[in-house]
């Protein structure tokens, strides 16, 4: 198993523009989570999904969106993009809800110019 | 609202001496904590968690209701332990999960 898999690995992208990262769980993992780490900070929660209904939310502006599919993997949408958006966009999958390990991706360097 | 302080931003300590890793919670309800670790060129991944009152590669974290800590600690370090390591606190009632991370500690173990 290749494990949580995001993409893409990096991005650029201009200020008003809007961006969709992508994540597949781990198999058999039926949650996912997206976080926003910048430098020098933990990840800060953002979403989590889970049986594709959104279960938690983070202190995140409407402009932050996701969606989870059939198959379980999760798309996070972010629309009039910021210069303060640019930051590591950390995926993570778990089998269920509560009290279970989180399984991280590499995340999706996000650059805004 | 809950939160995770971890004070020190980096600790260095040299091999086989003792490490603590500091973290405080803030949280009125009964809490679920972690411990998150980030090795060089590696992904996050879980190091251990209160409930399942394990010890992983030597480290031990005892949750401290009193005092809201939840410290980790390992008698002798050794230099593949130097790596970050995040605390983390997990809310999860009905439809309102939270998780949220110390903004972690970089620990150095020298030779």
């Known amino acids: 198993d290749a494990g949580v898999t995001q993409s893409p690995t990096h991005l650029i992208k201009t200020r008003g523009q809007h961006v969709t990262l992508r994540c597949s769980p781990i198999?058999?993992?039926?949650?996912v989570s997206w976080y926003q780490q910048v430098l020098g900070q933990g990840p800060q929660f953002i979403f989590q999904?889970?049986?594709?209904?959104?279960?938690g939310r983070g202190n995140f502006p409407d402009r932050f969106s996701a969606r989870q599919f059939p198959n379980y993997s999760s798309e996070l949408n972010v629309n009039a993009l910021l210069l303060g958006d640019s930051a590591l966009y950390l995926c993570?999958?778990?089998f269920g809800l509560g009290n279970q390990p989180q399984h991280f991706g590499d995340g999706t360097r996000l650059s805004i110019l | 609202a809950q939160r995770v302080t971890q004070p020190e931003k980096l600790l260095s300590v040299f091999k086989g001496a003792p490490v603590e890793l500091k973290c405080n919670y803030s949280?009125?309800?009964?809490?679920?904590l972690f411990w998150y670790v980030q090795y060089s060129r590696q992904r996050l991944q879980l190091l251990l968690r209160?409930?399942s009152r394990e010890s992983i590669k030597g480290f031990t974290a005892d949750l401290n209701k009193g005092e809201t800590s939840f410290h980790l600690k390992k008698p002798f370090a050794q230099e593949e332990d130097s790596a970050m390591y995040y605390c983390?606190?997990?809310?999860?009632?009905?439809?309102?999960?939270?998780?949220?991370f110390g903004k972690g500690t970089l620990l150095t173990v020298n030779p």
């Open positions: 993570a999958s778990s």
């Open positions: 198999s058999g993992h039926k949650s």
């Open positions: 999904y889970y049986e594709k209904e959104e279960r």
């Open positions: 949280y009125s309800g009964s809490p679920e």
């Open positions: 209160h409930i």
């Open positions: 983390a606190l997990e809310f999860s009632g009905g439809s309102n999960y939270k998780l949220t």
